[in-house]
């Protein structure tokens, strides 16, 4: 009983501290569309985000392409823009997107790097993007801000820990 | 003709594919195309028959996005290209090609687009996804062929709007021209008209309804028709339900099956999974077929499967033969 009780207790201390660890490494992520766009002309909602990243939302209210842009399926960002948004990890989307090809529809185009996506979001009509907040610039605005516990802001929330 | 079709695609392939080496900041109407593809090839050692391998379809996906609301897809099938026997040994006497889909999308609101032209009636999950490399096994489960018109030449309205946490998706339907051309064993279909409505979410659900003419047994039809996916940790459980009356509201026939993909990671085949199906069709003024499928599927990578499957069951059903098949297909 004894050994039991002490296996739980070491048990639990080695989780928790990866749990909240897993919560630190979180970020406050962007959403953004580029600088030049009026934001009430997309007349988006949190809530459309993910039939954009499904791609079942093809285009905006005045008929333009939405072109929504993914880091790469390892991107620590990625992965927590996908979890937040789509409910799984971009591995569990195989299927889904292996369905979508067959209907012909192609998933979110990717790139490497956060600056690669500044730079589709600011030089491509249509697009949007994700990025860690820290990392924005006059290139983009910002629609939506997608904080570590998955909440989705409509307002610009504190940015202190980028200044570490 | 075949070899000149065959250049003619190539050709056509290599055209929409090459970009231009130099920058052009204008984008031409071409860069809007998209082609792929997809390809399975199997054993079957049949009961009481002898066994049979083929190439059984290679097909080509197009598509045309444009910087405009407008959108194209097509799909061109070829079917059984190659085939083999111990008595016929390799031949191709039953390679033809076939449309499968052909149709343009236009956008008219976010929630709102029009569809036109030949494409899947979508009706059943498997039918939409049907692809070989999209589905576990090498066989079709009876119900998602032997009730409904698999394909629709018509007009259809379809969009998609959040709802609690996920996607509400409609789609609404009508067909507009019969099917011109009858394949061997394909039943025919006349007025067919529908609607379905699916949700995504963690798990996906729908349901259909369906009313159409079948020529064979010259009656008329309405369908109500069930599906679902989901995730109970980590293996994957579909099934489908199909209930069809006639116009004097008695039974005009049913379907089901219910099918399971076990991954065997556990026990060391990581990428392998298990598979069990099992399924049932009844057919107007036809014996109850009934089928159930053991197998094994290789998922060598995420568009490539290697399926093993065992099916047995009642009824002769050329679409679902009773056996050993194995089959490899891939997307390209």
């Known amino acids: 009983m004894y050994r039991r009780f002490l296996f739980l207790i070491v048990a639990s201390a ?9 919560k630190e490494n979180q970020t406050i992520i962007a959403v953004v ?23 079942k939302q093809l285009f905006w209210p005045q008929g333009i392409q939405i072109k929504p842009v993914n880091l790469n399926a390892k991107n620590a960002v990625r992965i927590q823009f996908s979890e937040a948004v789509l409910g799984g990890s971009p591995e569990t989307q195989i299927d889904y997107w292996n369905g979508q090809y067959f209907n012909g529809i192609l998933p979110p185009y990717s790139v490497n790097s956060e600056e690669a996506v500044l730079r589709y979001v600011s030089n ?28 989705i802001l409509k307002s610009k929330p504190s940015l202190q820990s980028c200044e570490k | 003709m075949k070899k000149f079709i065959i250049i003619f695609t190539s050709l056509a392939s290599l055209l929409c594919l090459c970009k231009h080496v130099f920058a052009d900041d204008t984008p031409s109407w071409l860069d809007g195309f998209n082609i792929g593809g997809y390809s399975s090839a199997g054993l079957t050692l049949e009961r009481d028959q002898e066994a049979q391998a083929a190439l059984n379809e290679v097909s080509l996906l197009v598509t ?28 191709d006497q039953e390679s033809r090609f076939d449309l499968e889909r052909l149709y343009l999308d236009y956008n008219i609101t976010e929630k709102v687009n029009f569809r ?14 049907h692809a070989p490399p999209l589905v576990w096994t090498s066989t079709r489960p009876l119900a998602t062929s032997r009730l409904f018109p698999e394909g629709t030449n018509g007009v259809m309205v379809f969009g998609a709007t959040p709802f609690m946490n996920g996607a509400f998706e409609y789609k609404i339907f009508a067909e507009l021209l019969e099917d011109q ?83 065997l990671k556990p026990i060391g085949f990581n990428n392998w999974y298990w598979i069990t199906r099992v399924e049932t069709l009844q057919r107007p003024d036809e014996a109850t077929a ?16 290697l399926k093993f499957e065992f099916t047995g069951g009642s009824g002769d059903q050329p679409e679902s033969p009773r056996g050993f098949l194995t089959s490899f297909a891939l997307f390209f």
Not at chain 1, 125 to 150: H, T
Not at chain 2, 64 to 91: A, I, T, V
Not at chain 2, 116 to 129: I, M
């Open chain 1, 33 to 55: 569309v580029s600088s030049q766009q009026k934001a009430s002309e997309l007349n988006l909602s949190a809530k459309n985000l993910n039939l954009i990243y499904w791609r």
């Open chain 1, 14 to 22: 080695m989780i928790l501290p990866s749990l909240s660890l897993a």
């Open chain 1, 124 to 151: 491509t009509k249509g697009a949007i993007g994700y990025v860690n907040a820290c990392n924005l610039d006059e290139r983009v605005q910002s629609l939506f801000w997608l904080m570590p516990g998955g909440e």
């Open chain 2, 116 to 129: 036109g032209g030949r494409f899947l009636t979508p009706n059943s999950r498997w039918n939409l996804l």
């Open chain 2, 290 to 305: 009934e089928r159930w499928l053991v197998g094994a599927t290789w998922r060598i990578k995420p568009t490539q499967l």
């Open chain 2, 181 to 263: 051309q009858q394949d061997g064993d394909e039943l025919a279909f006349e007025h067919v008209k529908g609607a379905r409505f699916s949700y995504k979410n963690q798990s996906d659900i729908g349901i259909s309804i369906l009313s159409f003419r079948e020529k064979g047994i010259d009656n008329s039809y309405r369908m109500l028709g069930l599906d679902f996916i989901t995730h109970i940790k980590q293996v994957e459980v579909s099934g489908e339900f199909f209930q069809r009356f006639d116009i004097r509201n008695k039974d005009g026939g049913s379907g089901a099956y219910l099918q399971s993909a076990v991954p």
């Open chain 2, 64 to 91: 045309w996005n444009g910087d405009s609301r407008l959108s194209f897809f097509g799909e061109l099938e070829l079917e059984n290209p190659l085939s083999w026997n111990d008595e016929r040994q390799f031949h």
